[in-house]
């Protein structure tokens, strides 16, 4: 009786701060590319990627972690995901993505998730200004975290994470040298997720509240400067048109704010988030083909998605593609294995 009364009270908690932080959002909303640690809004997995990344209302596999951990409340069985990606090779050719998520339900307590996130653009040579060689080394982004979701009703999943935040940027005693200044070349935080995630009456409509990134400012170590997290709001809804044999059909929309900076108004709010959408159909629990679209017009990122996917036993494999999202020639493929432990 008390575990019911504390859940419901996490409830109203986490409803009353998504609707306060929406509302601050007009006062307080700014874009993506002000705040540090990025590779944070980058979006993992090749299911939810070939679906535009509208999927913290569908929740349903390891990726939750990410996206929503209270989609982990209404998972019941263990899972696994791996996913890896070239990440925009038009930029750096030697730049790669890693997600690794899980989901593991524990009896009578709610499910628990962990992931783990690696960015890095591969090795730099630095040298002065004469070209002598001075270091080697590689620039990389971290995030590993923990997560815990619940039902607290048959109809509503809450859920929680919290992550280590770290960025290397180069060695400090290069940054020292170069600009002669204290060197600031790696920087370390931490960000607290909130979610939830609510079947609705009508059958298959799912609703879903995110925040996302919520922390202190990322510190370098050595000059103390700080940037602040990329800290996000995510409202989505997915809808599940078919869920009999042999066809499965869902559709789903998000709209995403990163609330880093000030803007005057809540139409601008509206207009700078990004807002994607996605359709996902399976024949036969075996096959699936993914299309979305995804806009982001601060970012100029803005076209469709497409991804596919192909299940054996208890592995899913699937690719996703948002190589088209971009105005520069690039190559973006995500491969994901996801495996259950039935």
């Known amino acids: 009786m008390l575990r019911r009364r504390l859940m419901k009270q996490l409830f ?33 997995g090749a299911r939810p990627s070939g679906m535009g990344a509208a999927f913290s209302s569908i929740a349903d596999d390891a990726t939750a972690p990410f996206y929503n951990p209270a989609g982990l409340g209404f998972q019941d069985v263990t899972a696994i995901s791996l996913m890896h990606s070239n990440w925009l090779t038009g930029l750096y050719p030697d730049m790669y993505y890693e997600y690794f998520g899980l989901a593991h339900p524990v009896k009578g307590l709610g499910v628990i998730g962990a992931n783990i996130i690696y960015l890095t653009t591969g090795e730099t ?14 620039t990389f982004d971290l ?30 005693w290069l940054i020292a040298y170069l600009y ?7 920087g370390s935080s931490w960000g607290a997720d909130a979610g939830i995630l609510y079947r609705t009456p009508l059958r298959g409509l ?5 925040l996302q990134n919520f922390g202190p400012d990322l510190r370098y170590l050595e000059a103390g400067d700080t940037d602040p997290l990329p800290r996000t709001l ?6 599940r048109l078919l869920e009999e044999e042999p066809n499965w059909l869902i559709v789903s929309g998000e709209i995403i704010s990163v609330l880093v900076g000030v803007t005057s108004s809540f139409n601008e709010t509206f207009r700078d988030a990004w807002k994607c959408g996605g359709v996902e159909y399976t024949y036969n629990d075996f096959l ?6 995804f806009n982001d017009e601060n970012g100029v990122r803005k076209g469709p998605t497409f991804g596919g996917g192909i299940k054996f036993r208890d592995f899913q494999f699937d690719l996703g593609v948002d190589s088209e999202l971009y105005e520069f020639d690039t190559e973006n493929y995500r491969f994901s294995v996801n495996y259950s432990f039935r």
């Open 12 to 44: 109203v908690a986490i409803i009353t701060v998504a609707l306060t932080t929406l509302l601050w959002a007009g006062a307080s909303f700014g874009t993506a590319s002000q705040a540090g640690a990025i590779f944070l809004t980058i979006f993992p």
């Open 234 to 239: 995510r409202i989505g809804a997915s809808y």
């Open 180 to 186: 002669n200044e204290p060197g600031g070349g790696a």
């Open 206 to 210: 799912y609703l879903s509240t995110v």
């Open 288 to 293: 699936s083909a993914r299309v979305g679209y």
């Open 143 to 172: 995030s590993a975290g923990v997560s815990y979701g619940v039902e607290i009703r048959e109809d509503i999943s809450i859920g929680f994470g919290l992550k280590f935040i770290y960025s290397y940027l180069a060695p400090g």
């Open 125 to 138: 040579q630095a040298t002065d200004v004469f070209g002598t060689p001075l270091a080697r080394f590689r």
